[in-house]
């Protein structure tokens, strides 16, 4: 981290002019982090120009401060069908105005930044049917599924319905795109529930899946 110009010999005039020379930079910008620069004292916020992200020093260490462009809520405020067993679908959220960092291209979550995501999952699943009905939920990133990421669940009465949910946290590359898919083996009685307001009481709609996703670093 640099430090301000200390005064040489009498030229106290030239000195006060690169002080003023060196503030004017200092409050319009981050100084850069230098390979030498210490955390020993916490609240010390530097720009890492090799990372390109702003640290904080705090115990001991230079810790990154996450920058915005990188949060969205996503829902389906609509049943969503299957039209076969046993077959994938994606499934195509509409999101909240307020996204940054998050676009999308039908069924696929595109990422404007590299880094860490928390992504959180759930769904209303519902059945027409007194036998078994099952369903099954995974996520996939650039079109590979994620190993080890299904959640499967079964519902056995007729009007029966609950909620899945999950949350993980994926390390993804800029313009990498997330899609969740699903499948059930009997799409004529299985469906994801959106249930309408006041149904109840005087409670909210209910939709029938829902995704959100938060950057917690780079």
């Not at 590359?173 to 969740?180: G, H, I, P, R």
Request: proline content about 3%; some cysteine; aromatic content about 10%.
């Amino acid at each position: 981290m640099s430090s301000a110009p200390s005064p040489l010999g009498p030229e106290w005039k030239a000195w006060g002019e690169r002080i003023v020379e060196y503030l004017n930079r200092a409050r319009s910008r981050l100084v850069f982090k230098l390979s030498g620069d210490s955390a020993s004292e916490n609240g010390i916020i530097l720009w890492d120009n090799v990372n390109q992200y702003p640290v904080v020093s705090s115990g001991g260490s230079f810790k990154q401060i996450v920058l915005a462009d990188g949060h969205g809520d996503f829902t389906v405020a609509s049943d969503v069908t299957y039209a076969a067993n046993g077959t994938t679908y994606a499934i195509t959220y509409v999101g909240d105005s307020n996204n940054a960092g998050l676009t999308q291209n039908g069924s696929q979550i595109v990422f404007s930044e590299t880094g860490y995501y928390l992504v959180s999952f759930s769904a209303q699943v519902y059945s027409t049917s007194g036998s078994t009905v099952e369903f099954a939920f995974w996520p996939s990133v650039n079109g590979t599924n994620i190993s080890g990421s299904t959640i499967r669940t079964a519902l056995h009465g007729n009007g029966e319905t609950t909620v899945v949910s999950r949350a993980a946290i994926f390390h993804i590359t800029a313009n990498d795109y997330l899609e969740v898919k699903t499948a059930t083996d009997d799409s004529t009685h299985g469906v994801l529930k959106a249930f309408a307001a006041n149904g109840i009481s005087d409670e909210p709609a209910c939709p029938a899946t829902t995704l959100t996703i938060i950057r917690v670093h780079r």
